[in-house]
């Protein structure tokens, strides 16, 4: 039985779920909380079905049976591919992760890979490889040796990216998305990978991108000291990130925001200099704006010392 199709597994608990949703689709959350609640009796291990049933008691309001409802596919799913630990941060108003399940960002860009490209670019204006690729040029960026990007997704980075570098390798947690990236013949290296976990092994990039990729991490430190390591003097590090107010906070998209505050002394502590911030818009989400930051960074002169408050100045 697979946790997260619709199918539950047993025939009786589908037919109920199919009635739930469409009683939901017509807005009577009671009743279709019931009906899946029945549902679940007949198959009590269906992670799907518990996540399902706590959104459908978030929209009627009842918190605490949402949560608990979670919590169950929690215990049903401790890689929890379906992000369940989030949506219980943010009941809370405090998000308590610092940063998003593995299992459960394969998970969403597996099943998105298909429609990424046609989705970001086409339908919801995403434009952070192109302001990306413009702040560089505003930073004096002519050309990059050996190029890194990191949550490379179906590369459509590398595709702004690739006539600017000699070398240019790719890192993602997806296998569907960097199954789209192969399939572009951009990169002379795709891994799988998670970005919070890369060990520093002294190959050393002039340039290191991430396009949209901090958003899903949350806690930047680990990442930025693996780029600050891995970076040659004076190579460059640029990303982008949703813009927030202080800190770095969970939003209801699940995505997280960072403040400039946080950016700056991040990237100070990493020892990393000449830092610049632009604001942007990164793209539309329901028909509104999604307001960014895009950041160009430079490690310091061979035989520098990475430390010191370089960066604080330039951006707050
Ligand atoms: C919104 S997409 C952006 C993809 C690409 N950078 C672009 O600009 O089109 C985010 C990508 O980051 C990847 N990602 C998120 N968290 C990651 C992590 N911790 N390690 C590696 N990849 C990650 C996702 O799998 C996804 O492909």
């Known amino acids: 039985m697979s946790p997260y199709g619709f199918s539950s597994g047993d025939p009786q608990a589908d037919r109920r779920f199919a009635f739930a949703g469409a009683l939901a689709a017509s807005g009577e959350m009671g009743p279709a909380i019931e009906v899946l609640t029945s549902a679940l009796d007949l198959a009590p291990d269906w992670a799907a079905g518990w996540y399902q049933l706590g959104d459908w008691h978030a929209a009627a309001g009842q918190n605490e049976a949402a949560g608990a409802a979670w919590r169950r596919v929690l215990a049903l799913d401790a890689s929890d591919a379906l992000g369940a630990g989030a949506r219980i941060d943010l009941l809370g108003g405090q998000p308590v992760s610092e940063s998003l399940p593995p299992a459960f960002v394969e998970t969403l860009f597996d099943q998105f890979a298909p429609r990424f490209d046609e989705a970001l670019t086409a339908r919801l204006g995403y434009r952070a490889p192109q302001l ?151 793209r539309q989400d329901r028909g509104a704006d999604i307001e960014g930051f895009i950041i160009v960074c430079c490690a310091p002169e061979a035989g520098r010392d990475r430390e010191g408050d370089g960066a604080l100045a330039a951006i707050i």
């Open 132 to 282: 990306i690729l413009e702040a560089l040029d505003r930073a004096g960026f002519e050309r990059a040796a050996r190029a890194m990007d990191l949550g490379c997704g179906t590369g459509l980075m590398g595709e702004v990216l690739r006539g600017r570098c000699g070398w240019l390798g790719g890192v993602d947690l997806s296998a569907g998305m960097l199954a789209r990236a192969e399939g572009k013949g951009l990169y002379d290296q795709l891994a799988k990978a998670d970005i919070n976990t890369l060990e520093i092994d002294g190959a050393g990039y002039d340039l290191i991108v991430a396009a949209d990729v901090f958003t899903y991490v949350g806690a930047l430190e680990r990442v930025i000291a693996w780029c600050a390591g891995s970076l040659t003097p004076r190579g460059r590090l640029a990303f982008a990130v949703e813009a927030g107010e202080a800190g770095v906070a969970l939003r209801d998209s699940r995505r997280f925001a960072h403040g400039r505050g946080y950016l700056a002394e991040l990237l100070a502590a990493a020892g990393l200099e000449g830092v610049s911030l632009t604001d942007c818009v990164l």
